[in-house]
């Protein structure tokens, strides 16, 4: 079977130094300077204050069902016109055109594998819970585990966990907090947000993509696990054979952000074919 390259330890250069939009790799998630920094931190003091065990678990009775409205993929894709995220310190455009930014960058590099090329298109797709009156920061920006103690590496960590109830929680304050050891990832309860949410609309719509696609969604914006090697104490085997999945995505997810945007009505003819192919017709969600 094919396995994706590894992405690059950080702080280490791949041979692509440069992404599409020209700009040095150094220079994406910077999180000390930069215009949209000011929001970009209000988004996460507001999620890390919030993002308790009990608020996921809410967000979770309240989603999981999948019973908020029905709409195709494509028409999901499309409220995206309407959404900026504001935890993202790279882009300023909406956010459906960096779906076919990341969808087409996989296609380019990736031409054999159009359940890929869907994923790119899909993996942001959750955040239309902004569209559905949730806050941005109970839906975009980076995850992290609920229930254990905070890593160095999730963003703003030392600035922004002050408010939050469940790090005054000894239950919570340990590396593995209320989970075991080496339990999984899938039984970790991961801060409320598009990926999840993304991953519960696939499941209960039965998309017939491969499982690591599932595993990419659910965990791309992992960014203290997947790029800084954090968590690893919770992880399974299962979870390191992902991992190299979730980096490929990682890869054209973060990389191929650029101002130039690409021409959707010439490229939605041939994503809606892939649509129809894995994930059809008026889904749930």
């Given at each position: ?60 009775a309240e989603y999981g069902p999948c019973s908020l409205r029905q709409m195709s993929a494509m ?185 130039e945007l690409p021409d959707v009505q010439h490229l939605k003819g041939y994503y809606q074919s ?12």
């Open positions: 079977p094919f396995l994706p390259q590894e992405a690059a330890p950080p702080g280490e250069q791949r041979p692509e130094a440069e992404a599409v939009s020209g700009k040095a790799k150094s220079e994406y998630r910077n999180y000390t300077q930069g215009q949209l920094l000011d929001r970009v931190y209000s988004t996460y003091l507001l999620m890390h204050t919030h993002q308790t065990v009990d608020f996921v678990r809410r967000k979770h028409q999901a894709l499309e409220l995206l016109d309407e959404l900026v995220d504001e935890s993202d310190p790279d882009v300023d455009f909406p956010n459906s055109f960096h779906a076919y930014q990341t969808a087409e960058g996989i296609r380019q590099a990736h031409p054999d594998r159009d359940w890929l090329h869907l994923v790119g298109l899909l993996h942001d797709l959750g955040k239309v819970l902004v569209l559905f009156g949730e806050p941005q920061w109970a839906v975009v920006g980076d995850t992290f585990p609920v229930g254990c103690k905070v890593q160095p590496s999730v963003v703003f960590s030392d600035s922004t966990f002050h408010n939050n109830p469940d790090t005054k929680n000894p239950l919570y304050s340990t590396e593995c907090g209320m989970y075991q050891p080496r339990c999984g990832l899938e039984n970790v309860l991961m801060s409320w947000g598009h990926d999840e949410y993304m991953y519960q609309v696939m499941k209960f719509n039965k998309f017939s993509l491969p499982k690591e696609a599932f595993y990419m969604i659910r965990f791309h914006s992992f960014y203290p696990w997947h790029t800084h090697g954090d968590y690893m104490h919770l992880c399974n085997e299962e979870d390191l054979r992902m991992l190299p999945w979730v980096k490929e995505l990682n890869k054209f997810d973060l990389y191929t952000k650029q101002e892939l649509i129809d192919k894995y994930c059809p017709g008026q889904l749930c969600w």
